[in-house]
């Protein structure tokens, strides 16, 4: 499977790499080992030993450098070998090595070639700086291409039927979603406002007053490859917007093959922020829903289409389509602009 090169793929949480620890995980169909230097700052080697093609993530770690398993080779985080113990060096011994990068609480990756661009790291900081208390994350790996959990966030109507009894209420297909992305393809924002509908009962227990319409707007933004910010407010009718509730969240996903995908999902409000109980409530809800009714569906849904894309496989589109297509327009946009880059590099 192709996939977008020179852009910063998640990693995982930054606690996911603890200092003492080698964490295998597979990006890109590239196996990977990645792993903390002595001053903290992360570092991703291809998690494969040139000397006999074994796992190095099966090794040890030792300060700035992973050691094989197998026969003693060490490496720093540059992929140098910087020690043989049964002789010089060969210049052969080295490894490829991944730019990281550690940033609101996330590590990103960098699997291109081309340098790494820290400026177009995808900015999270409005959840990370939310109360400690009034945020919360998960990670739910997934047997499906990271293209259909992008489909399946950047199109809520699927809220009202596949989460009817947990998230639905019908104000997520009160109106059509207004789609707009950004000249360079990198962003897509995907805006509802429904006015004046019953807001979902996962909210309207935290309104002042249970049970009033609401306007109720939701904004997925799409950051390529892989983010996808939700921001979710609803308000009372006629009231100012500080009177109502707000939720930050994010979507994440990397794929891991063409099939398969980490993803991770960060939850985050700015109403009861000091309610730990609240925030235990809101992880457990989401999880449920994410786990028990996203996931099987998404999961299945691969399964059916085997390894041919969801687009190749010629979907009815509808109106509600608007989000998930241009996205992937954009992305096919990029991944076009980076394969002609590369010819014309070569010649
Ligand atoms: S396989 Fe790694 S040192 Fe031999
Ligand atoms: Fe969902």
Redo the contacts with the bound molecule.
């Keep these: 499977m192709d996939y977008l090169m020179n852009c910063w793929y998640m990693a995982g949480w930054s606690d996911d790499v603890p200092g003492s620890q080698l964490v295998a995980r597979t990006f890109l169909d590239q196996p990977v080992v990645m792993f903390r230097r002595s001053d903290g700052t992360p570092a991703a080697l291809l998690d494969r030993?040139p000397?006999?093609?074994?796992p190095l993530s099966r090794g040890i770690h030792l300060g700035n450098a992973v050691q094989?398993a197998?026969?003693?080779?060490r490496f720093d985080g540059s992929g140098a070998c910087i020690q043989n113990p049964h002789g010089a060096i060969p210049p052969a011994a080295r490894v490829k090595s991944f730019p990281m990068a550690d940033a609101h609480g996330i590590l990103w990756i960098w699997m291109g070639d081309e340098p790494p661009v820290e400026e177009a790291i995808p900015d999270l900081s409005h959840i990370q700086a939310l109360p400690a208390l009034a945020q919360s994350k998960g990670t739910m790996p997934s047997a499906c291409s990271y293209l259909l959990i992008i489909d399946n966030v950047a199109d809520l109507s699927h809220v009202e039927y596949l989460h009817a009894s947990t998230l639905g209420g019908g104000a997520f297909i009160g109106s059509r979603p207004r789609v707009a992305g950004s000249e360079n393809d990198t962003v897509v924002t995907i805006t509802q406002l429904s006015e004046a509908v019953a807001a979902p009962p996962v909210y309207d227990r935290f309104l002042a007053t249970p049970g009033v319409k609401v306007d109720l707007m939701n904004r997925v933004t799409w950051m390529a490859p892989g983010v996808l910010k939700l921001d979710i407010s609803v308000v009372p009718v006629g009231e100012a917007p500080e009177s109502g509730l707000r939720t930050f969240n994010a979507h994440i996903v990397t794929p891991c093959t063409a099939t398969t995908s980490h993803y991770w999902y960060w939850l985050g409000r700015d109403y009861r922020p000091e309610d730990a109980d609240l925030t235990r409530l809101r992880q457990a809800l989401m999880t449920d829903v994410f786990h028990v009714e996203d996931k099987p569906i998404l999961e299945a849904q691969q399964a059916l289409l085997g390894t041919t894309d969801l687009y190749a496989a010629h979907p009815v589109l509808m109106g509600t389509d608007g989000g998930p297509t241009r996205i992937r327009r954009s992305l096919g946009r990029l991944m076009s602009a980076a394969s002609d880059n590369r010819v014309s590099s070569a010649q």
Aim: aromatic share 10%; charged share 10%; with cysteine.
């Design positions: 030993c000397h006999r093609v074994v094989c197998y026969h003693g080779l």
